[in-house]
């Protein structure tokens, strides 16, 4: 083996290791957030006889994607908690492989270039200003394979390798196209003359308007992030610090001559403020408004892991060095507090979720109880806002459950934004469970009456009206609207 290929491997090698520990650091969680949406829709791609009720909030938008019926694929082959474990992983080692093909074109030092592949590992679930994303969420999501395949892709791009950009771009679109896109836009001003600007105007959907609804604007205005004018104060401090960092970088870069740091940091700073002005441009005027629900501001999560590579890169270089007790002060801390965030965050789960291991969570035990004690054709209802429960955990019933569930307020608005015919629906079986813990038998029986549902889940502080309870835990009551 030669010199080369010794490296090539230590290299891997030294990336398998940072996916481990960014596992260990961050945690790994199945069924939680937006999970809920996707798991639910690949289960209902396996099995169609799934939720023949409310279905369309979790399937409408994932017809422009590929990641479901990939997924649906790899489960067939695997079952769903290796197949979802094995695509967390490996897409998690493809984003640390793009970082750390990027920054060996931005530092020539290998501290720089580990101390950069480092510090993302570190700050995977950092928030980003006012997005409500991470730059990779504890559990697996389309963005996390789409984010690899636009870091790899930018990392061709700048070394003009055209074909590579391109099937990494076209992986990448096929994943999450709506992430891609902030990706491409960036890629087009890092390789284009005038910063891009003009190209990536032509991208632009202007003139495509139309008039909101009372009850489009109330799903949306629910979701701050989608309006940046919106969002407090200190969030724009995390977009404005980091762009004033790439400034001081650019400046640096010039100084020392280090012409693709340079680039890269001075180009990042006119895609910051391109990308700003058009987010302004597409939330605030009512002519615009529809296109909230794109989520303009999300720009911030690719520019996040350039802002940390490029970070990483620089402490590597002028703090770190060699100097190996610093290493372990500044990354020692940085993951313990990563870690005791996310323990405190899910405080009632298993940091870990091993594949076909039982959850700890009293809520999703419950749902694995309906999974596995009624029939597919039921009904249920919950809290329009169950997750934000205590000690809920995020946990999503369809995802655990695999039963249909009347419209909640938490990640069904996403679907009922985009997708207007939907929101009457929403509207109206969310105002029909709100309180839900309060209702009578006559309110619990309406529900029956006009929605089909059948059973409630309700926290087990509740007093339902209602003799058939089958399951209760210290979380949660289960509770049947049949008669018998």
Not at 107 to 120: G, K, P
Not at 144 to 160: F, H, K, N, S, Y
Not at 340 to 368: D, M, V
Request: proline content about 5%.
């Amino acid at each position: 083996m030669n010199s080369i290929q010794t490296k090539r491997s230590q290299v891997l090698a030294g990336l398998a290791l940072l996916t481990l520990a960014a596992i260990a650091i961050h945690g790994y969680h199945v069924g939680i957030e937006d999970q809920d949406v996707y798991l639910a829709a690949a289960k209902k791609a396996l099995n169609p006889s799934l939720y023949p009720v409310n279905a369309e909030f979790f399937t409408e938008q994932m017809q422009a994607s590929l990641f479901i019926p990939a997924l649906a694929f790899t489960a067939r082959l695997f079952g769903f908690p290796w197949a979802l474990a094995l695509w967390h992983v490996v897409s998690l080692f493809l984003i640390l492989l793009g970082c750390r093909q990027i920054v060996v074109l931005l530092f020539e030092q290998e501290s720089a270039r580990w101390a950069a592949v480092a510090l993302v590992t570190a700050m995977l679930t950092i928030p980003i200003a006012g997005t409500a994303l991470y730059p990779v969420d504890q559990y697996l999501h389309p963005r996390a394979p789409a984010t690899a395949g636009i870091l790899l892709a930018i990392a061709a791009v700048l070394q003009q390798r055209w074909v590579r950009a391109g099937l990494w771009t076209a992986a990448a679109i096929a994943m999450h196209p709506l992430m891609a896109a902030f990706g491409i836009s960036l890629a087009v001003f890092l390789c284009a003359p005038f910063e891009g600007t003009a190209l990536t105007a032509m991208l632009l959907p202007f003139g495509w308007t139309a008039h909101v609804s009372e009850t489009w604007k109330q799903a949306a205005m629910a979701r701050t992030y989608y309006f940046p004018l919106r969002w407090h104060w200190y969030e724009w401090i995390g977009v404005l610090a980091p762009v004033i960092l790439m400034y001081r970088v650019a400046w640096l870069a010039k100084k020392r001559k280090s012409t693709m740091l340079q680039r890269v940091a001075t180009r990042l700073v006119a895609f910051a403020i391109f990308q700003t002005i058009i987010a302004l441009m597409l939330t605030v005027p009512e002519s615009t408004l529809q296109f909230a629900a794109l989520q303009p501001m999300r720009w911030l999560h690719i520019f996040y892991f350039f802002f940390l590579i490029i970070s990483g890169g620089l402490l590597g270089e002028f703090v770190l060095q060699r100097h190996k007790s610093r290493w372990l002060l500044l990354f020692g801390a940085l993951a313990a507090t990563m870690f005791c965030a996310q323990r405190i965050t899910f405080a009632h789960s298993n940091h870990i979720e091993w594949p076909g291991a039982l959850p700890r969570n009293e809520w999703a035990k419950a749902f694995l109880w309906v999974r596995t004690n009624t029939e597919a054709a039921d009904v249920f209802a919950l809290d329009p806002k169950y997750m934000d429960l205590a000690g809920e955990d995020a946990y999503g019933f369809r995802a655990w459950a695999e039963r249909s569930l009347l419209a909640e307020d938490q990640k069904d608005p996403g679907a009922a934004t985009v997708f207007p015919q939907l929101l009457d629906k929403w509207q109206e079986q969310v105002e029909a469970t709100r309180g839900i813990e309060h209702f009578d038998e006559a309110k619990l029986r309406d529900l029956n009456r006009r929605f089909g549902v059948n059973w409630i889940i309700l926290p087990s502080t509740a007093k339902p009206p209602l003799a058939n309870c089958p399951f209760q835990n210290t979380a949660t009551i289960v509770c049947s609207l049949d008669r018998n």
